[in-house]
T-cell receptor, first 113, second 114 residues
């Protein structure tokens, strides 16, 4: 009963490096999204997807890319890491557009030095 | 635009006493509202959600929330705190027909003293 799986759990990057945070869900949910969590700011939406092949920007999209080639996977790419991207990243999936429970992964703690 | 404001960044209670975590929302439409809990170094778990079927919503672990449209509030309560309730709590609004986006409050850290 995996739910939403994020990898890696921890990552340290040097400024300017790129990497991909992986997210996979096995619940056949159409909707998936990425959030970042920073102290005192709650979670902020980076990008979201309403189905395979469809993505859109959230509140804080700069410096991040996404794609959705399958229903199951929604990777988040950091193109050129910056210290301001040090954060905890959460992937979520849910079955409907609103009023439905979102299921979250365990998070990826990213440090950019 | 829809938004959520959690009125306290930190709440401290003694075990066995009531818990009140306050949340106000701003919404043009009838909102979808949620409370999520995050235990240390864990993901987020749904506590309860407001579906417009009833203004008093019961959730897991004895938590409740009351939707008050006139006050634009959705406060979370529990009659008696347990040590295991220590966590961060997020009030969340889901805007209507916007791809399932969630708008989070800033979070309230709940401490429970023995």
């Amino acid at each position: 009963n995996a739910g939403v799986t994020q990898t890696p759990k921890f990552q340290v990057l040097k400024t300017g490096q790129s990497m991909t945070l992986q997210c996979a869900q096995d619940m056949n949910h159409e909707y998936m999204s990425w959030y970042r969590q920073d102290p005192g700011m709650g979670l902020r939406l980076i990008h979201y997807s309403v189905g395979a092949g469809i993505t859109d920007q959230g509140e804080v999209p700069n410096g991040y890319n996404v794609s959705r080639s399958t229903t199951e996977d929604f990777p988040l790419r950091l193109l050129s890491a910056a210290p301001s991207q040090t954060s905890v990243y959460f992937c979520a999936s849910h079955v409907g557009a609103s009023n439905t429970e979102a299921f979250f992964g365990q998070g990826t703690r990213l440090t950019v030095v | 635009a829809q938004s959520v404001t959690q009125l306290d960044s930190h709440v401290s209670v003694s075990e066995g006493t009531p818990v009140l975590l306050r949340c106000n929302y701003s919404s043009s439409y009838s909102p979808s509202l949620f409370w999520y809990v995050q235990h240390p170094n864990k993901g987020l778990q749904l506590l309860l959600k407001y579906t417009s079927a009833a203004t008093l919503v019961k959730g897991i672990n004895g938590f409740e929330a009351e939707f008050k449209k006139s006050e634009t509030s959705f406060h979370l309560t529990k009659p008696s705190a347990h040590m295991s309730d220590a966590a961060e709590y997020f009030c969340v609004v889901s805007p209507y027909n916007q791809g399932g986006k969630l708008i989070f409050g800033q979070g309230t850290e709940l401490s429970v003293k023995p």
